[in-house]
């Protein structure tokens, strides 16, 4: 086998959520592996520090401001990235939210803003991805899951979270089989426990910190763990794999 099956050289990526932990930390290692890399994220963030540190390991980085909401900004955006990059084909959706509401009283509102960005956004970013892909015959897509749609998480009451991220997966395999024979995998990594501001934030923390005695490796993922992982599912080194989850959890679900 060819190692360098696993590098991304001379491809065109694009990252959802690349101000943020983990799509910040990917967006970069998509770089480190050879891609040049589109970072998206909302108007506002900080994404100009991911682009800087594509810059500073010799990566080239476009910045797109736009909501994962809007499927017309996202069709623009992936326009934007192909002007300036290059063709697409590959992609990465790590946009997201989380907040613990529990369900008794969680607002129509609170329920519907997550859907719209966890479950929806994920969906028009492939649809948009997928689009710009097929019609140049072929692309590799990883969506951000998560344990939470494999179980629910003790002690956090997020109903709507772990239904959004159930769907992420589902979403992920009808994808994937839509897109089989048209050269466009679809794959999804579950990441456990990560140390990012979704993790680490005060409402999420304190929580959290306790149930790291319930994962096997007895700690939080660091975000570059997840760079392998979905380099191996983007790349040319996963050429038969569409339709999977990769969980990414330290042993978390196997307990
Ligand atoms: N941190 C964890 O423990 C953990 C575990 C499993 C899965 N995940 C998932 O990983 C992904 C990344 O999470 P993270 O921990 O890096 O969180 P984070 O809060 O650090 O980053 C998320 C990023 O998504 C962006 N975002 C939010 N709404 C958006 C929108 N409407 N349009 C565009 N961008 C938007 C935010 O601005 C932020 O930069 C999420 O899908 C999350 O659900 C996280």
Not at 46 to 71: E, K, M, N, W, Y
Not at 146 to 162: C, E, K, M, P, T
Request: charged share 15%; net charge negative.
């Amino acid at each position: 086998m060819d190692v360098n099956s696993f590098s991304l050289a001379g491809q065109v990526a694009l990252v959802t959520g690349a101000a943020g932990g983990i799509g910040a930390r990917v967006a970069l290692g998509l770089a480190e592996f050879g891609a040049a890399v589109g970072v998206l994220d909302v108007e506002g963030s900080d994404l100009q520090a991911t682009a800087d540190s594509i810059a500073a390991v010799g990566g080239r980085a476009h910045v797109v401001a736009a909501d994962v909401t809007d499927g017309d900004a996202l069709t623009a955006a992936v326009a934007e990235v192909e002007s300036t990059l290059g063709p697409l084909q590959l992609a990465v959706n790590a946009a997201g939210i989380n907040n613990q509401i529990p369900a008794e009283d969680m607002a129509r509102a609170d329920w519907q803003r997550l859907l719209d960005i966890n479950l929806s956004g994920v969906f028009l970013s492939c649809q948009a991805e997928g689009r710009a892909m097929l019609a140049r015959g072929g692309g590799s897509i990883v969506n951000i899951g998560s344990v939470s749609a494999h179980i629910a998480n003790r002690g956090l009451d997020q109903v709507h979270y772990n239904a959004s991220k159930a769907g992420v997966l589902q979403l992920t395999k009808s994808l994937a089989l839509e897109w089989a024979t048209e050269g466009v995998r679809v794959n999804s990594v579950s990441p456990g426990y990560t140390a990012t501001p979704m993790a680490l934030s005060p409402q999420v923390w304190p929580l959290v910190e306790g149930l790291q005695k319930d994962i096997p490796m007895q700690r939080l993922a660091q975000t570059e763990e997840l760079v392998g992982p979905i380099v191996f599912l983007l790349s040319g080194a996963a050429s038969y794999v569409t339709g999977v989850d990769l969980l990414v959890d330290g042993g978390a679900v196997a307990w």
